[in-house]
């Protein structure tokens, strides 16, 4: 791969879209299992942004699957809080305080 011409996380964030999975099912031949060859797979086009671009675009897709992998550690860490918070309240370890309404 040339990487004057193409940046490779752009080709990584492209190859695994689901444009290109439709593209490359669409190339796909066999009754069993399906297959592209070396060369139909050259042959599939695909977005070509100057290198620039591809570079900015592939920034931009990297910090936010970074972030999404972040946020899901938060959820995670989030349910483990809730988990224990739930075993704690069903064995009476901790008690539920309802705010009292004042009139």
Known sequence: ?????INSDFFLHWLFSNEANQRIRNSAQGSVRESVSFTDFGAIPFPMPSIVDQEKIALAL??????VFLLKKIVDAYRQKK???MQKLMTG?????????VN
């Open 1 to 5: 791969m040339d990487e004057k011409k």
């Open 62 to 67: 990297n910090n936010a699957k970074r972030e």
């Open 83 to 85: 988990i224990g918070l």
């Open 93 to 101: 370890q901790a008690d539920v305080k309802v705010p009292v309404e």
